[in-house]
């Protein structure tokens, strides 16, 4: 059983300098997952790794089996999932090549697919707060031991994507207080929550969003500030992991309590 699990988003496909034991591949009721799953050493643990878009990124945001991917986990035992994201900057203050810790959400995605529960017993799962407060405690405790910069709070805000955003839409997502844009958050928060799974998010800020930016936006420039944050990256997810006490003191684990109709 492996308790911890890491999801590699864009520019983030496997985890440098780390020992691999081995591969796990695995089918689930709902299809397959976005790859292998890599069993490490990491910071004196085992833990299990998914990159989100395949090992080459050759999987769209709104094509990820999200819920093979967290099935998945949840099938090696996984109760904690720290991911990675790319995100344009909304909020004045986040900048590119910052980075921040989640604690908040909105869902624009469109038709994906979003629950475990379509059949049988309804659930409605408390998602007041969508990101794990203990896990996002121990990222931002990993942050300062390394003496990084982040930003500790902030409003992500997930689109259905491919495409990037208009500017009259980034405009409308900042009056509705987004900080920052992504387009894999949703539904895999969800989904961890519906498994009891806790969940945080550590964010690139890759670029200024649609209209803040003077020019066009480029993938170009997403991949450049990825590729310049992966060390500093890398080093938070060892660090929180290091960091992170085994027992659980959220309500995560108990998601699916007084949740069933
Ligand atoms: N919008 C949506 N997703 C993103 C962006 C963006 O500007 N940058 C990186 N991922």
Redesign the pocket.
């Known amino acids: 059983m492996y308790t911890i699990g890491i999801i590699g988003g864009?520019g983030v496909y496997d985890m440098p300098g780390i020992e691999l034991v081995k591969n796990i591949t695995l089918d689930t009721p709902y299809g397959a997952p976005s790859g292998a799953y890599s069993v490490i050493k990491i910071s004196g643990r085992e833990a299990v790794f998914l990159p989100r878009h395949g090992s080459g990124h050759s999987i769209a945001p709104h094509r990820v089996n999200y819920r093979a991917n967290l099935w998945g986990f949840k099938e090696l035992g996984v109760c904690r999932i720290l991911s990675t994201g790319?995100?344009?900057g909304i909020n004045r203050l986040f900048n590119a090549g910052d980075i921040a810790i989640a604690d908040q959400l909105i869902d624009m995605t469109k038709g994906r697919e979003s629950t475990f529960y379509n059949e049988g017993k309804v659930y409605h799962v408390d998602f007041t707060s969508p990101y794990c407060p203990q896990l996002r405690q121990a990222f931002i405790d990993g942050a300062k031991s390394l003496n990084f910069h982040v930003h500790t709070r902030g409003t992500y805000v997930c689109?259905e994507?491919p495409r990037?955003?208009s500017a009259a839409e980034i405009r409308f997502y900042s009056i509705i207080g987004a900080d920052m844009?992504?387009?894999t958050a949703m539904p895999e928060a969800q989904l961890a929550r519906e498994l009891e799974i806790c969940y945080s998010t550590v964010a690139v800020i890759?670029?200024p969003?649609?209209g803040i930016a003077a020019d066009r936006?480029t993938v170009t420039e997403?991949m450049a500030t990825m590729k310049e944050s992966s060390e500093r990256l890398n080093a938070l997810i060892a660090r929180t992991i290091s960091v992170v006490t085994t027992e659980r003191r959220c309500s995560c684990g108990e998601a699916l309590k007084d949740a069933g109709m």
């Open positions: 864009s790319a995100v344009g689109t994507g990037l955003e844009v992504g387009m890759t670029n969003a649609a936006l997403v």
